[in-house]
């Protein structure tokens, strides 16, 4: 039987303060309705709503990826790529893909991604240049982080791994654990930049 996997990603760092990209790609193959479900109730117990990371009060944020890590909901799911600025938007979008996608995969699947805000015309390109890459997909579609809670986890560990990068302990001690809870995975270690 075909695998059917999903992904969803978002990123940070396109603006000038920042000198890396950060891409979370978060991939399963799981019943992406309760995975919903249960993410929507972590954020109404934790009070964080639909706010995104640089949006969200600190202790709110914390505890939001406190309790998805000791939940351990979405273990070996989530996928992070940090890459060295200057760099062409698309190429550490379609590294995080390809190898999360790649890790997650048997022999016979295909994978629907979604991500944040991309436009009709970029997610046609970035389609092509992930077959190209020999990633099965059916396409690339574009989801707002308003609407997916899934989505939504993904803007916040990007905000985490950013707020890691740029020297906040507390953010720092955030991706320490994950990783070593088996929340997170770092693909991109042997990037170029």
């Known amino acids: 039987m075909k695998q059917k996997l999903y992904c969803y990603v978002d990123e940070s760092g396109q603006d000038t303060k920042s000198s890396h990209f950060v891409v979370v790609a978060i991939v399963n193959n799981k019943d992406q309705v309760k995975i919903r479900k249960d993410l929507i109730n972590l954020e109404s117990k934790t009070k964080i709503g639909i706010r995104k990371w640089h949006k969200s009060s600190t202790p709110r944020k914390h505890q939001f990826l406190t309790k998805q890590i000791i939940s351990k909901l979405l273990i070996s799911d989530i996928f ?7 760099l062409p938007y698309f190429l550490p979008i379609i590294d ?17 991604v979604y991500i944040d805000g991309i436009d009709k015309k970029k997610a046609k390109e970035l389609t092509n240049a992930l077959r190209f890459k020999g990633i099965r ?8 982080d308003e609407s997916e809670p899934i989505i939504r986890l993904a803007d916040r560990w990007a905000g985490c791994i950013r707020g890691s ?8 001690n955030l991706i320490r654990k994950a990783l070593k809870s088996q929340i997170l995975t770092n693909i991109s270690k042997n990037f170029p930049g």
Do not use: A, H, M, W
Not at 165 to 172: C, P, R
């Open 165 to 172: 990068q740029l020297g906040n302990l507390k953010d720092k």
């Open 137 to 144: 997909l059916s396409l690339v579609k574009s989801r707002r």
């Open 96 to 112: 995080t893909l390809e190898k999360s996608i790649k890790t997650k995969s048997n022999n016979d699947y295909s994978c629907t």
């Open 80 to 86: 992070y790529g940090v890459y060295k600025k200057p």
